[in-house]
């Protein structure tokens, strides 16, 4: 389980711009839940993921996972049990180098010997295995630079490098919103698809209301540093696009419709 508690999370401190985006912010995941945020521009949905991250630290308040207190933990070091996919399909992966030196590395992300042992030739049988599951023909193309693949077989690939460690904790983080429709609707399968065979809990954010309320088990809306919807099971089951929708409008009206 990760859980936030009694965060406080200001910008700019001590300056005229200073922010206070979460007052008492508080926040239950439980494990193997697949929670979808949602929410206007400038809501907290990033910070709230850089929080859990350890890339953004929070000003009052404890951040718990799996019982252990990470507050002050390192992002580097929570990256072992957190993985996190980005929006933009080159963030995870490295474009200079192959298909297979991409997957080394990912599978020897944690181990002792990090980068000095280069591909690991043995393990390329079980990297392709992966590869085929995406139907994107890549275990045909081992050698070829991922700079040259297209944004959609890049995410592809960030998604199943992420998930190749022994993660507890996934973050998607708008891991949709660069690609076209298509490649958004495969992407989304198969994130679905892994989650769930790896049992991972995981937090997406993203603006598409339908993959929000289609996918997972828990659904959440924020709003100037808060959760104003957070529903699971059942009650998650019966939220409707036009709901959300409706939502918004009250959120801008009451916002005075300003971005
Ligand atoms: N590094 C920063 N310095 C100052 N203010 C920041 C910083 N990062 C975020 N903020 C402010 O905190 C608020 C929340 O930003 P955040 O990026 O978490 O929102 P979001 O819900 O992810 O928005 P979006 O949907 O646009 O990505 C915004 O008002 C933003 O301007």
């Known amino acids: 389980m990760i859980r936030l508690e009694h965060i406080d999370k200001y910008y700019n401190i001590g300056t005229i711009n200073e922010v206070c985006l979460f007052k008492d912010f508080n ?3 439980n494990d193997g839940d697949f929670i979808s945020v949602i929410g206007s521009n400038g809501s907290g949905k990033t ?4 929080l859990i991250c350890g890339s953004l630290s929070p000003e009052k308040g404890k951040i718990i996972l799996g019982g252990e207190d990470i507050t002050k933990q390192k992002e580097f070091v929570r990256s072992r049990k957190i993985g996190r996919v980005y929006q933009d399909p080159s963030m995870g992966t490295c474009p200079s180098m192959t298909i297979l030196e991409n997957m080394s590395l990912a599978d020897n992300k944690g181990s002792s010997y990090g980068l000095g042992l280069g591909t690991n030739k043995k393990r390329i049988g079980h990297y392709k295995e992966l ?9 045909d193309m081992l050698e070829s ?3 040259s693949l297209s944004g959609g077989q890049r995410q592809a690939m960030a998604l199943l490098m992420t998930t190749m460690a022994d993660i507890e904790f996934l973050i998607l983080d708008e891991h949709t919103a660069a690609l076209d429709p298509k490649t958004a609707e495969i992407i989304m399968e198969l994130t679905d698809e892994i989650v769930r065979e790896k049992n991972i809990t995981t937090v997406m954010v993203t603006h598409n209301l339908r993959f929000a309320v289609e996918y997972g088990n828990r659904i959440m809306m ?3 540093g808060n959760a104003i919807i957070d529903k699971s099971g059942s009650e998650k089951k019966s939220v409707m696009i036009d709901d959300l929708l409706e939502r918004f409008n009250e959120i ?3 916002s005075g419709n300003s971005l």
């Open 145 to 147: 630079k991922v700079g």
């Open 252 to 254: 801008s009206i009451e």
């Open 222 to 224: 924020m709003h100037n």
């Open 27 to 29: 926040l239950d995941i």
């Open 131 to 139: 590869l085929s599951r995406l139907n994107l023909g890549l275990e």
């Open 47 to 50: 910070s709230m993921l850089n």
